[in-house]
């Protein structure tokens, strides 16, 4: 159904700056950089990375980001300041391909009571800092936030000046999710009515699902010429979440015979994209999640079934092969060699180094004499854990648990804390309880736990269990991840996981936690 005329519509991702805004999903830099060079394999055309100026954290992602992934061209936030900018640069400065991304409010609400700017000083310092941001790169995007709530008449007006003053880019973002898809798209009809240089930059959007129209109101926007779309993995982000990156890939390529449009994403990716950004950031994605919920191509109508069985098309529009759905596969048995191994790592993916190998391949061989058969999902969180890997102040070297029924729950767990041996006994209401209350005493964590989740990785009761776990200390958050065949051991790495994250973190006063208004 491709036609001739398909307009290639570019996909800006910004998970790592606005998807980090979701509540409790604060990520390192190693996490950034891990998710970046994914986004990078599944083609989006933009990453922003950061918001340089917001904490020496984000600064660092973004010039990590810029100077290490290859494709995709590397974005920094910063506010329409000079300081902001100067510091967006700085992250950037060496890479071969950037942009520095600018924002200025445009609504009255906004002008009045946040920024205490009349119209023309806001239009003024628009214009000022897109010429700025081009005295350091050729590259730059302007946003009038909450443009969606602005006047239309002075919208166009702010878009023609930045447009004028060098802006190759002009996003438009619905801020607060107001926006209804009809109304939205004539936004954007709008803009390309009445700005007499609307040609010469690409409109792009960015929404928020407040309303649940996140996907609707960009694709509205892409049918009225809209040329660039923000979005976010799994649509994580400020409040409700941003337009998802997924649905509006897989809109615009099952229907491209009506939207005349597609991306360049490679849309095979998607899956493992999702799973790993899920992973790092601890958002668990709803079953029932467009694309890539766990029910998403689950057919249990027995009409439809049936159907299914005699022409996948009677009820099948996307096949689950296409965003990278495929039957879990063995891919290692016990007497795999090393050299098998390291091909599939690579073939996911990943390059290793020389020592993430070693360590990785330790625990493969140790869990195939314990289920035997490994599959991609094993082999995936394995090596994300270790080539991820952040240094150690706490090991978990052994753990027993007493437990069952008439029985206190005991666990004896022997640690090495900065390089000593540790052990000790204690109880708790279960297993876990017992576990984590022993490990918080031995190492004085004072942290709380926020969240706790443990899921299969493959099917079978001898598959690994994967647990999940948020905790929060003065603050700050860190969410820590384990897997084992045991998930009593999943659990206490998971809860080491943590800490040590918070203890590294505290250590390099990187301070993930951040945030001021940002469109
Ligand atoms: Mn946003």
């Not at 204690?426 to 022993?438: E, K, L, N, S, W």
């Amino acid at each position: 159904m491709a036609s001739n005329n398909t307009r290639m519509i570019r996909i800006f991702d910004t998970t790592l700056r606005d998807g980090e805004q979701s509540p409790g999903a604060s990520m390192n830099v190693e996490e950034k950089l891990m998710i970046a060079k994914q986004l990078a394999r599944l083609g989006v055309d933009v990453i922003e990375a950061g918001f340089a100026y917001s904490s020496p954290g984000d600064f660092e992602a973004v010039r990590q980001v810029a100077q290490t992934v290859e494709g995709p061209t590397v974005c920094s936030l910063a506010r329409a300041k000079p300081e902001d900018i100067t510091r967006a640069w700085e992250a950037l400065k060496g890479a071969p391909k950037v942009r520095i991304h600018t924002f200025l409010s445009t609504s009255d609400i906004h002008l009045k009571h946040q920024f205490r700017m009349t119209r023309d000083e806001a239009l003024k310092r628009a214009v000022e800092m897109v010429r700025f941001a081009r005295g350091y790169v050729d590259d730059v995007e302007f946003s009038p936030m909450d443009a969606s709530r602005s006047d239309p008449a002075y919208l166009y007006e702010v878009l023609e000046a930045v447009i004028e003053a060098g802006a190759g880019t002009v996003n438009i973002p619905d801020t607060v999710g107001y926006a209804a898809p009809q109304e939205f798209g004539l936004l954007i009809r709008g803009i390309r009515e009445k700005v007499r240089n609307s040609t010469q930059a690409v409109i792009s959007v960015h929404c928020h699902n407040d309303l649940g129209l996140a996907v609707a109101n960009s694709l509205a926007a892409v049918l009225e010429g809209a040329g660039q779309v923000e979005c976010t993995i799994n649509g994580i982000g400020e409040r409700a979440g941003n337009a998802a990156l997924e649905e509006i890939a897989m809109g615009l390529r099952t229907r491209k015979d009506f939207y005349g449009a597609d991306t360049a994403i490679r849309t095979e990716e998607i899956s493992k994209t999702s799973r790993l950004v899920s992973k790092i950031t601890g958002m668990v994605i709803q079953p029932n999640k467009a694309i890539v919920g766990a029910n998403a191509f689950a057919h249990t109508s027995g009409i439809h079934q049936d159907g299914l069985l005699k022409e996948k098309s009677t009820y099948e529009i996307m096949r689950p092969e296409s965003i990278g759905l495929v039957q879990s596969t063995l891919i290692m048995g016990k007497l795999s060699g090393r050299h098998a191994f390291r091909k599939r790592i690579e073939e996911l993916g990943y390059k290793p180094s020389e020592e993430e190998m070693n360590r990785a391949f330790e625990r493969v061989k140790k869990l195939a004499d314990q289920k035997k058969e490994i599959y991609e999902e094993d082999l995936e969180v394995i090596i994300s854990e270790e080539v991820a890997r952040i240094p150690e102040r706490v090991v978990l070297k052994a753990l027993q648990i007493e437990s069952g029924t008439n029985r206190v729950p005991t666990a004896t767990v022997e640690l090495e804390i900065d390089g000593r041996l540790v052990t000790q006994t204690g109880t708790g209401d279960g297993p876990v309880d017992a576990a984590y209350r022993t490990i918080a005493a031995m190492t004085q964590a004072k942290s709380h736990l926020l969240s706790y989740a443990v899921k299969a990785i493959t099917g079978g009761t001898d598959a690994q269990g994967e647990v999940s776990v948020r905790l929060e200390e003065g603050g700050k958050t860190a969410i820590g991840h384990g897997a084992d065949t045991d998930i009593i051991v999943a659990s206490a790495k998971a809860y080491l996981n943590a800490i040590n994250k918070l203890a590294f973190w505290t250590s390099k006063e990187a301070d993930p936690a951040k945030k001021v208004g940002l469109i």
